[in-house]
């Protein structure tokens, strides 16, 4: 089975800009989670998608955004970009089950010059 | 609410000595439990996960971690550290696999 593939791997880009981003998960995934790291901060959750909705938030402003389609794979949008939103954007995978891991993708390094 | 707290975000061992990393985490039903590592400029990669089976569980690499519910604590050891686990270690935790909570990680570093 191939893996959860991230597109792109590195964006760089300026203030005011905005970025999609792109999850493909594991074949018969349907739940698509999406994070994003920085140094010091470990992961912190942005959204999960599941059959085409959301249905957990995290704590981030407005200007990021989601959707996933119906061959389950996922994009992100962060629009008006900040200085701040330079991190490491990861998707994970899995069955919409308790007891099932996240399957992690490689990440997106955005940088925001 | 559930979160986790990772004791020590930068532990050294010597090659050959033990590995303990902490993890502790709150939650009001049974939780799902799950450690993961992450090498540099890569996603994470799972090591072990409890599901409510056996409350010592084995993983990969010879990481093994021991859910103990009257500390809510699921600490990760290694009998002998190897240069190769030098790496950021991540302890999460779910009730309904719909939302995972991270720790915010654990920095290995392996002395020759």
């Known amino acids: 089975k191939a893996g959860v593939t991230q597109t792109p791997r590195y964006l760089i880009k300026t203030r005011g800009q905005q970025v999609t981003l792109s999850c493909s998960p594991i074949?018969?995934?349907?739940?698509v989670s999406w994070y994003q790291q920085t140094p010091g901060q470990g992961l912190q959750f942005l959204f999960e998608?599941?059959?085409?909705?959301?249905?957990n938030k995290g704590n981030f402003p407005g200007r990021f955004s989601g959707r996933q389609f119906s061959n389950s794979r996922s994009e992100m949008n962060v629009s008006t970009l900040e200085l701040g939103d330079s991190a490491l954007y990861l998707c994970?995978?899995?069955?919409?089950?308790?007891?099932?891991?996240?399957?992690f993708g490689p990440g997106t390094r955005l940088t925001v010059l | 609410a559930q979160s986790v707290t990772q004791l020590g975000s930068h532990v050294s061992v010597s090659e050959g000595a033990l590995v303990l990393l902490r993890c502790n985490y709150s939650s009001s039903v049974p939780p799902y439990l799950f450690w993961y590592v992450q090498y540099p400029n890569q996603g994470l990669q799972l090591l072990l996960k409890y599901t409510s089976a056996a409350t010592l569980v084995k993983g990969i690499n010879g990481f093994e971690a021991e859910f103990k519910k009257s500390e809510t604590s699921f600490h990760l050891t290694k009998p002998s550290a190897h240069m190769s686990d030098a790496a950021e270690y991540f302890c999460a935790v779910t009730e309904t696999g719909n939302q995972f909570y991270f720790g915010t990680g654990t920095s290995l570093t392996v002395i020759p």
């Open positions: 074949s018969g995934h349907r739940s």
């Open positions: 994970a995978s899995s069955l919409p089950t308790g007891g099932n891991e996240q399957f």
């Open positions: 998608y599941f059959s085409e909705t959301q249905r």
